[in-house]
């Protein structure tokens, strides 16, 4: 019984993450096929392949990255860019999602910075990443601190504090090492332990 009992979990533990990881690119590749694959659907019919939209959205991404890099075509998307940022409300959305995009695939890329954070008066220390090292321009008393987005263990929410930078250690570890370490409550780290123990 309790052999098993032992190769059931063994089998949890094997099957159950390449299912999900399966699952989740199957959703995610749906949704962006979907993007421009449902547009294009009524047109193609039967003659419609599973991909041809996200495909087509690469293709038009690329297109228009390159376009925004000529003279012509380059002024009109900052002159979009400009009027989206002077329409009430609308700039506070396309601001976010696009300095959100910027930090993730521009030259200056947040979470590139793993930082201990000092809890005062309790001798512990939270992992988080350094969003920004120059809060001057957005309120001039902090000047010295840094914005520190702390992420919860099981989840893809977080916290962003800002902390003064002596409380702050930058450390030498890979930004995916350390939120894979704290989204997993600190055991993938125990299990790359044991394995090389093994």
Known sequence: MKSVLKNFINGILTIVPIILVIYVIYKTFLFLDGILGNSLRPYLKNDYIPGFGLLTTIILIT???????????????????????????????????????????????????????????????????????????????????????????????GFTFLIPKEQVEIIDVKPEDAMKFVLSGGMTSTSKQKSNEI
Not at 75 to 88: G, V
Not at 125 to 154: M, N, W
């Open 63 to 157: 297109l228009l990255g390159w376009m925004s890099t000529k003279y012509i075509t380059g002024k009109i998307i900052k002159i979009i860019d400009r009027l989206l940022e002077r329409i009430p409300v609308v700039k506070t959305i396309y601001s976010v999602i696009k300095d959100t995009v910027q930090s993730f695939l521009g030259e200056k890329k947040a979470f590139s910075k793993v930082a201990l954070v000092v809890i005062p008066g309790t001798g512990m220390r939270s992992i988080g990443f350094i969003t920004s090292e120059d809060l001057e321009d957005f309120y001039c008393p902090l000047k010295e601190h840094v914005a520190v987005y702390i992420p919860q263990t099981f989840q893809v929410a």
